[in-house]
């Protein structure tokens, strides 16, 4: 089996149509690479404090108490000052020490002023309290008296406990913030998944793949006639296909971080992304309705939303982990594609047709499923998953699980009817 792959995978690398391809991928790839790292310098690796509103204290309450509350503040706004001047400087382990000081004091405040019942709705709010004797910070919560009307809007802190956790992990593995467009060897194969293989992917499939038909005419016809091997011959192909594309794929990115590897190591390895957590572990549709805009913010690597209700289950993930997880839905997305080619090659007459009716097939599909779209009915899309990485990190609204779920489901089915065409189709 493992000489016809060989021979399969050769002799595929030696055609001239797909050398050119598969430079014109490369120079791609390095455009993107260029482009995203020019960016990256222009981009903040710091937000803006979202702050601590006085707007519903009131000092008719306790005139005592009240100066004490604002005395706090005071300290606090001194605290985002000081901290923000830190970021510009790059005083980077100074800054996320002021960002999770400042992001558990808003949390904490935000849980004071909600009407919320605290043990329903405020996740970790063990781990905030423990940081915030940790760090020595203040009880917000004496001042809960002084409030004069109490709000049902949490988004918020949500926003700020991730704040505080994410800065946590950055300061205690003396890790320094980064934008989120940044390059380097640790995050090069990340980037590239979210931002060029979506639409590249299913391009170089479809055109690296479409002549198969032809060539393998001859060879099937001997093949197909021998016990035993008729029943293997599908498999046989779909396996050298899978492996040359994949080849395609990530032997280039496996250079880069190779080249990238001396000018900024790997220590970002460890670096932690947020990803959605219900869509990693279940079939979890993101719910937002009611919401006239949706506020994204950048966190290191990943866009997290200030106002919407995913956010509660956004969870850290090491950079090296968030890659695998991203790396397998690839390889289960190449192998999907692989096979909507070969059957497609297999019940069409003309190769252009096949690679015709592949291409319209994979674009309807995506134009009916932006990534930004809403409707449930897409989950059972396959170009709602075309970037794992977004399916991973919830910007997109269908959840990495169920990508895998239903994009796994449509390559077993494609499987057996490439088998039935083997069976049933003449070459």
């Known amino acids: 089996m493992w000489t016809y792959v060989l021979f399969n995978i050769k002799s595929n690398l030696k055609r001239k149509e797909n050398l050119i391809l598969v430079v014109l991928f490369i120079v791609c790839e390095i455009a993107l690479l260029f482009i995203l790292n020019t960016r990256s310098f222009t981009e ?42 830190d970021g510009k400087e790059k005083n980077w382990k100074s800054y996320c020490e002021y960002k999770v000081k400042v992001s558990v004091l808003e949390a904490q405040w935000y849980m004071v002023t909600s009407n919320m019942p605290n043990d329903s709705y405020f996740e970790h709010a063990d781990v905030l309290e ?61 980037q590239t998944a979210r931002y060029i293989l979506p639409v590249v992917l299913p391009l170089l499939v479809g055109l690296l793949l479409f002549q198969q038909r032809e060539r393998r005419a001859k060879t099937e016809k001997t093949i197909l006639t021998i016990s035993g091997v008729k029943k293997k011959y599908v498999r046989w192909n779909l396996i050298s296909d899978v492996l040359f594309v994949l080849l395609v794929v990530f032997l280039p990115i496996l250079v880069y971080m190779i080249v990238l590897v001396p000018f900024k190591g790997v220590s970002n390895l460890i670096y932690p992304v947020l990803y959605y957590k219900p869509g990693f572990t279940g079939f979890h549709y993101w719910d937002t309705q009611g919401l006239d805009y949706i506020e994204l913010v950048a966190s290191g690597l990943t866009n997290m939303s200030v106002n919407q209700f995913t956010t509660p289950g956004m969870e850290l993930m090491p950079l ?35 690679l015709l009716v592949f291409l319209v097939v994979l674009g309807l599909c995506s134009l009916a499923s932006p990534l930004g779209n809403m409707q449930k009915i897409n989950t059972f899309n396959p170009m709602s998953y ?42």
């Open 44 to 85: 903040s690796p710091y937000q803006t404090s979202l702050g601590i509103s006085i707007a519903s204290v009131s000092q008719k309450n306790d005139p005592k108490l009240y100066q004490e509350f604002m005395d706090e503040v005071n300290l606090i706004r001194q605290t985002i000052d000081k901290g923000e001047q």
């Open 320 to 354: 090296w982990q968030c890659t695998l997880f991203v790396a397998f839905g690839l390889v289960l997305s190449t192998i999907f594609y692989v096979l909507l080619i070969t059957v497609l090659s297999k019940l069409m007459k003309n190769k252009y047709l096949s």
């Open 130 to 190: 423990e940081l915030r004797k940790e760090y020595g910070l203040p009880d917000l919560s004496q001042y809960e008296k002084l409030i004069v009307q109490k709000s049902n809007d949490i988004n918020l802190y949500f926003f700020s406990m991730q704040q505080a956790r994410y800065f946590d992990y950055l300061l205690k593995h003396d890790l320094a913030p980064i934008t989120y467009s940044y390059v380097d060897a640790s995050s090069v194969s990340l």
């Open 386 to 427: 075309r970037d794992f990485g977004m399916n991973l990190l919830g910007t997109s609204y269908f959840g990495y699980f169920a990508g895998i779920v239903i994009i796994g489901l449509y390559s077993v089915i494609l499987y057996l009817v490439s088998k039935w065409c083997a069976k049933k189709v003449r070459v």
